[in-house]
């Protein structure tokens, strides 16, 4: 008698267990519950005891290592998604119109936060001392527009500073986001005008960024274990004190980003004729690991995962939309963020702001988001809003000790926004794979991520579901 097994038979972890966004939900709750922990046991952020110190180990490594591909993926993830977008049909008319409702989603966003502003009042009575000056990086117009211009190819600054106490020089080499950016689009415009020539160039470009992609998958795998950190050093750092002190600035900041979130976007797809409830389901992971991580170009290979499995957008559109979107667009930290910051300085330093003052909030927060860069934080965009609107620089050092909390929430909206701009250009334009988008259980992104093409830009299986939209090169 023979006996057979089967590997359908074998005991498997309910999906809930393995999949990632219920291994973040239980991530987010276990930092908290380690941030009290080491807080109540006298962790601070000049003197953390042991379990701080870890925590804050774990956090800073996780985001390390976020940024170490961070240049890379920039780079080539422009470049693959300018020759993408040249193979789609209606190219111009696709871009053209994701760069219109970019401006329009911004311009809701940044509308919603000087409203909360003047509702809230956050810069009256908050009880803190004006400082006595700011030392840290201001913007301007000016030294926006200048830092367009590539200093050197790679985009480097290269900086040295001197210690008077032990006499010794330290340099600090640190990339220009803004500088690659530029550089990106014009090798990837130049690669399309060369044409035939330039395609081994092309497809070295499309297998680097897969590479690249492949290394960040393994990366974003261990957000859970990131989660725990910086979440946890989060609370044991800030805690329920520094919030309190400015209570009514992160209120409004955070009332203004739940209404976009959730309101100002259900409402634009319900326009649209898509539900939000599979918006939501679909775009979930990605708007978790954002509001982790707090970088939208770390977390643009989930984001542009879910927008094609999830919600059906076709692959070489995707492919050109998420990635500009990851660095252009922030509902978050470029329109509900400087516009409640700028009423709170003026409020504070007893300025009145007229309807110029406002309406520069909003052409800065509608242009002026490029400047974000799609990297954690966005005092240089606070500055350029204050710089504009002719408000004391020294305000931003109030709100400070408070940004890398407002920072996670502003993420998690700016990934959002940058899915579902291309969701609803797609369905506009007829191109939205609606029964992917309105499935009953959108996939797991990490399932068959080994047979699975990491996007089009490696140039695989994801193009050959676009073969209405792909025209033959010449």
């Given at each position: 008698m023979s006996t057979q097994t089967s590997t359908s038979t074998k005991p498997r972890l309910p999906r809930w267990m393995t999949a990632f966004g219920p291994q973040v939900i239980a991530a987010l709750i276990v930092g908290v519950i380690l941030g009290l922990v080491a807080k109540a046991t006298g962790s601070t952020a000049d003197d953390p005891n042991a379990l701080g110190q870890t925590l804050q180990i774990i956090g800073s490594s996780y985001v390390s290592l976020l940024r170490t591909a961070v240049i890379p993926l920039i780079f080539f993830a422009i470049i693959a998604s300018i020759a993408n977008l040249s193979q789609v049909s209606n190219?111009?008319?696709?871009?053209?119109?994701?760069?219109?409702?970019?401006?329009?989603?911004?311009?809701?966003?940044?509308?919603?936060?000087?409203?909360?502003?003047?509702?809230?009042?956050?810069?009256?009575?908050?009880?803190?001392?004006?400082?006595?000056?700011?030392?840290?990086?201001?913007?301007?117009?000016?030294?926006?527009?200048?830092?367009?211009?590539?200093?050197?190819?790679?985009?480097?600054?290269?900086?040295?500073?001197?210690?008077p106490d032990d006499q010794s020089v330290s340099n600090r080499v640190s990339f220009n986001v803004l500088q690659i950016i530029v550089i990106a689009i014009a090798v990837g415009v130049a690669t399309l005008k060369i044409g035939q020539a330039a395609d081994p160039f092309l497809s070295f470009s499309r297998s680097t960024l897969a590479i690249i992609q492949k290394v960040l998958w393994w990366i974003i795998r261990l957000a859970p274990l990131g989660t725990i950190g910086l979440l946890g050093n989060a609370t044991a750092t800030y805690g329920w004190d520094?919030?309190?002190?400015?209570?009514?600035?992160?209120?409004?900041?955070?009332?203004?980003?739940?209404?976009?979130?959730?309101?100002?976007?259900?409402?634009?797809?319900?326009?649209?004729?898509?539900?939000?409830r599979?918006?939501?389901?679909?775009?979930?992971?990605?708007?978790?690991?954002?509001?982790?991580?707090?970088?939208?170009?770390?977390?643009?290979?989930?984001?542009?995962?879910?927008?094609?499995?999830?919600?059906?957008?076709?692959?070489?559109?995707?492919?050109?939309?998420?990635?500009?979107?990851?660095?252009?667009?922030?509902?978050?930290?470029?329109?509900?963020?400087?516009?409640?910051?700028?009423?709170f300085v003026a409020q504070f330093f007893n300025v009145d702001l007229n309807v110029i003052h406002y309406l520069l909030i909003v052409l800065v927060s509608v242009v002026g988001s490029a400047a974000t860069a799609g990297t954690t934080g966005a005092t240089v965009m606070l500055?350029?809003?204050?710089?504009?609107?002719?408000?004391?620089?020294?305000?931003?050092?109030?709100?400070?000790?408070?940004?890398?909390?407002?920072?996670?929430?502003?993420?998690?909206?700016?990934?959002?926004?940058?899915?579902l701009v291309p969701a609803i250009v797609a369905k506009r334009e007829g191109i939205l794979?609606?029964?992917?988008?309105?499935?009953?259980?959108?996939?797991?992104?990490?399932?068959?991520?080994?047979?699975?093409?990491?996007?089009?830009?490696?140039?695989?299986?994801?193009?050959?579901?676009?073969?209405?939209?792909?025209?033959?090169?010449?």
């Open positions: 190219a111009a008319r696709l871009a053209w119109k994701t760069l219109l409702w970019f401006a329009i989603t911004a311009l809701i966003a940044v509308v919603i936060g000087i409203v909360l502003g003047t509702v809230f009042q956050p810069g009256v009575g908050t009880g803190q001392e004006t400082p006595a000056g700011y030392d840290g990086g201001t913007g301007s117009w000016l030294g926006f527009l200048q830092g367009l211009i590539p200093s050197n190819f790679l985009g480097l600054d290269v900086s040295a500073s001197f210690s520094t919030i309190g002190a400015l209570g009514k600035y992160t209120a409004a900041i955070y009332v203004g980003l739940a209404l976009v979130l959730f309101v100002v976007y259900p409402v634009l797809l319900k326009v649209n004729g898509l539900s939000f599979k918006y939501f389901a679909g775009a979930w992971p990605a708007i978790q690991l954002a509001f982790v991580s707090r970088s939208s170009v770390g977390t643009l290979p989930l984001s542009q995962r879910v927008t094609e499995r999830n919600l059906g957008v076709p692959g070489g559109y995707a492919s050109f939309a998420v990635p500009l979107g990851a660095t252009t667009k922030m509902d978050g930290c470029a329109a509900i963020y400087p516009a409640i910051s700028a009423i500055t350029l809003t204050l710089t504009t609107v002719g408000l004391p620089l020294e305000g931003v050092a109030l709100l400070l000790a408070v940004d890398p909390i407002l920072d996670m929430g502003r993420t998690a909206v700016n990934v959002a926004g940058q899915i794979d609606e029964q992917t988008y309105n499935a009953a259980n959108p996939l797991d992104p990490f399932e068959e991520d080994d047979d699975a093409v990491d996007g089009p830009a490696s140039g695989g299986a994801a193009e050959d579901d676009d073969k209405e939209l792909v025209s033959s090169r010449s």
